[in-house]
């Protein structure tokens, strides 16, 4: 066959009149849950049974020793998988209709059940899958009929099985595929390339050659496949017709001069159609629509760019030399738990872009689809992660007991179902593995970065390595493709030396621990930060004693060219590990977040947005300036966050000081701190000053007055501050207790109820507060230093969504209305 390639407008536009064959259907209503199967209650999915709660610290009692913390003596841990009753079986159920007459291939996809799914169709076990985190999908085709079907899913979350809030239930989208022939196209198998070639044009253009290959499935002979690329603007950017087959797969490869290349900054899509046909056509090949009848056709999004690491330029996108500002995230959404949730994901990687941050860590599981693809479309390069312990079980019932049977079912899933994401940059097989200090953990390091390599070439290895000394006497380390290091910055330096990589990466870094609003005199810097309040110091010189500050991060990303990036623990803090205080009660949440579990920025994210941030400047001012009369003429010290060198700081209108930051101090380098100020009322000011020693920015805070009203600030995905009438999107408002000019009352702990009424529902609050033990999904919660956030849900119908704020106790009401379109 004769290939036709034709660039921009040379697409036939008669396809668009054909008939799509392929149905994707997203099975999200009309779910019935029950926990013992007797009595049912009507669900949406992604669902979390466990959310709601009660916290009690019996759900998964653990008395252990947690040796990643340096323990080694047990004790009683109540809040590690964050109290919530997600141990226990589950049960869901729903029919799914067929046509009458569909003689074609059924399948169900799962993007994630938790745990230990056992799917059955009509009566029949259709397929189980191990790994609560993993996508898996089941050719449901031999148990299915005609007409209505019944699908049955049942769940078994075993206690001691997690070291964090996993949560509980199908908690990811289901989506039954059906294609009418056996014959189709085989969408896990599409691998894709890309390849950036520099003035290769008469014009001296850049070229950038871009290949897709496309496995048919029960391919009998003379099917023929076509494609299509449609480029960022809409514009059609090539067709190819028919496509070259080799092996039962389509490869089609188009060189586009100048194309618009995917980075977090430029983060651009091309759409590519592929169709097939059964090539009985009329014979006549140059016609696009002339190959016979469409047998399938699938929409993949791609982006182009390249990913490498080099001892010489370090990492590389697209060619060009960049660290990796990244973060780690659990996979929990806060007060909404696990159920995965497209607007929230948004909202978490909006609020970490505008941080300067441009890199997640999945940890420690494989990632959602709708994660993947919200990363796509808003440009943040991933570590796609696996798995958190193999053989070697870090919990008693963990995945070790599923590992030697499904790690490579795993990986094989993980790498499937992900590997034409363009922001997955690095794959990572394991977080700190115990058997890193071994020969048998090296082989199997080997293995699974073997396995990886041979579902996709394009990307680099790498995980995360605690036993540093170990990892290098046993060659584990070496073994990896890009050696990962959490924490461990004296090991740095000798894992250089060490290794022939010429790089390294801080695969987990910082694990700094703070809560939002809350401060302790004196301000002491420590790794033993332990308060009666169960909470942490938002100066953010509290750490662990395996752990470090941010500043000591930045210290060796900054002074050493071969160190290639970092992912900090943790973007927001999540449900379980409530590290340091894994032993207090009610403690049930961490404290490693950038933002607190309701989103909300702490102070340490105006030190990481101060020096990530590139495009705009930072000027952040704590502690907060309304304190009691007992603090009246205390020291107080105040530190300013800001990508300035230089600032002068004043009470009152009595300057404290013109100081400029100092590399020679652990604490002064990245930061501005006055650390004599005594307290007095009133206003601190501080002004900030450019290289030449110009006034650039100042900011202000104020004491605060007594309390006057709720002030509201509404986030919705959409710019226009709107909803989609589609059941699921969500607006996050954040409630704050104010004075009269509008001034935070920072020490604010009143009950509000919230009412929702028109075209939505309360969907859930959060506070930020480690300890709260109010439930979420209950419209009551008290502020935590002077704030909350509330979370509504669009419905269906167009209308106005009515939030009523009250706060009882002062007789306050607040009351904000959001289109829903």
């Not at 023929?224 to 514009?235: Q, T």
């Not at 899509?269 to 140059?286: I, P, S, W």
């Not at 990492?315 to 949730?341: E, I, M, S, W, Y």
Request: net charge neutral.
């Amino acid at each position: 066959m004769k290939l036709q390639l034709f660039l921009a407008f040379a697409f036939s536009l008669t396809l668009a009149a054909q008939a799509q064959p392929r149905q994707e259907i997203s099975l999200q209503n009309d779910w019935q849950f029950s926990r013992d199967q007797m009595t049912w209650q009507t669900v949406s999915v992604p669902h979390d049974w466990a959310i709601s709660g009660p916290f009690d610290k019996k759900w998964d009692l653990q008395t252990v020793a947690i040796t990643q913390n340096g323990e080694t003596q047990a004790t009683e841990k109540s809040g590690r998988s964050g109290a919530l009753p997600w141990i226990g079986d589950g049960y869901y159920k729903r029919t799914f209709n067929l046509p009458a007459g569909f003689k074609g291939i059924a399948e169900l996809v799962f993007d994630g059940a938790m745990s230990q799914p056992t799917v059955i169709i009509n009566g029949q076990k259709a397929g189980f899958w191990a790994y609560g985190y993993n996508t898996f999908r089941i050719d449901i085709t031999p148990f299915t009929k005609e007409g209505d079907n019944l699908l049955e899913v049942s769940l078994k979350n075993q206690e001691e099985s997690s070291r964090w809030y996993p949560g509980a239930g199908i908690y990811r989208p289901v989506t039954l595929i059906l294609t009418p022939n056996e014959t189709r196209i085989d969408d896990w198998g599409v691998t894709s390339t890309t390849v950036l070639h520099k003035g290769k044009t008469k014009k001296g253009a850049d070229i950038t050659e871009f290949t897709i290959e496309v496995p048919i499935v029960h391919a009998i002979g003379g099917e023929v496949m076509a494609l299509r690329m449609i480029g960022p603007d809409g514009k059609n950017m090539a067709s190819i017709y028919p496509v070259p087959m080799k092996g039962g797969k389509a490869i089609g490869r188009i060189s586009i001069p100048d194309a618009k290349l995917w980075t977090p900054e430029t983060p651009y899509l091309y759409k590519v159609f592929a169709t097939l046909y059964d090539g009985n056509g009329k014979g006549d090949k140059k016609v696009y629509d002339d190959f016979g009848k469409v047998i399938d056709e699938k929409i993949f999004t791609v982006g182009l760019r390249t990913v490498r690491v080099s001892k010489e330029k370090g990492f590389q996108l697209n060619g060009v030399t960049r660290k990796l500002k990244g973060v780690c995230l659990h996979h929990d959404l806060g007060p909404l738990g696990a159920a995965v949730n497209k607007a929230a994901l948004v909202r978490q990687i909006k609020i970490m872009k505008e941080m300067g941050c441009d890199a997640i860590r999945t940890a420690h599981n494989m990632p959602s689809q709708w994660q993947m693809d919200i990363c796509d479309s808003l440009g943040m390069m991933v570590m796609a992660e696996s798995f958190d312990m193999w053989i070697y079980p870090k919990c008693k019932n963990g995945y070790a007991q599923f590992f030697e049977e499904w790690a490579e079912k795993d990986i094989t899933n993980l790498v499937k179902a992900n590997r034409n994401h363009p922001s997955i940059v690095m794959w990572s097989i394991g977080n700190e593995i115990p058997e890193q200090w071994s020969e048998e953990g090296r082989q199997m390091a080997i293995r699974l970065q073997g396995l990886v390599h041979s579902l996709d070439a394009t990307r680099p290895v790498t995980q995360g390595m605690d036993r540093v000394d170990n990892a290098l006497a046993s060659g584990f380390a070496q073994a990896m493709d890009i050696p990962g290091l959490n924490y461990r910055l004296n090991k740095y330096q000798k894992s250089y030396d060490t290794l022939t990589h010429g790089f390294l990466l801080g695969s987990e870094t910082a694990s700094t621990v703070s809560s939002r609003g809350t401060y302790y005199f004196p301000v002491t810097p420590t790794d033993k930060g332990i308060h009666p309040d169960g909470q942490c110091s938002g100066y953010d010189v509290e750490w662990c004693p395996w752990s470090n500050l941010p500043d000591d991060d930045w210290q060796w990303q900054d002074d050493k060219d071969w160190v290639i990036g970092e992912f900090v623990w943790t973007g927001f803090d999540y449900l379980g590990e409530p590290t340091p205080y894994d032993e207090y009660w009610p403690s049930r949440s961490s404290y490693f977040g950038i933002c607190d579990l309701a989103g909300l920025p702490k102070d340490r994210y105006y030190l990481y947005r101060s020096h990530w941030n590139k495009k705009e400047h930072t000027i952040h001012l704590l502690p907060h300036w309304t304190w009691g009369k007992d603090r009246v003429g205390e020291v107080t010290p105040v530190y300013c966050y800001t990508d300035y060198d230089e600032a002068e700081l004043f009470v009152n209108g009595k300057s404290q000081g013109r100081i400029k930051k100092n590399p020679k101090e652990r604490l002064d380098r990245y930061r501005l701190r006055w650390n004599n100020v005594k307290y007095e009322p009133g206003k601190v000011k501080v002004v900030v000053y450019d290289a030449n020693g110009n006034p650039a920015g100042e900011k202000v805070m104020k004491t605060a007055g007594k309390p006057a009203k709720l002030n509201t600030e509404v986030w919705t995905q959409n710019t226009k501050g709107s909803l989609k009438s589609d059941g699921q999107d969500l607006a996050y408002v954040t409630v704050s207790l104010v004075d009269k000019n509008g001034t935070l009352v920072p020490d604010g702990t009143d009950q509000l109820s919230f009412e929702v009424s028109g075209a939505g529902t309360f969907r859930a609050v959060c506070n930020g507060d480690a300890t709260s033990l109010e439930v979420f999904t209950e419209p009551t919660m008290k502020l935590f230093a002077g704030q909350l956030v509330v979370v509504c849900q669009a419905g269906k119908e167009k209308g106005q969504l009515t939030l009523t704020v009250k706060d009882k106790q002062r007789k306050l009401t607040k009351k904000i209305s959001i289109p829903v379109e």
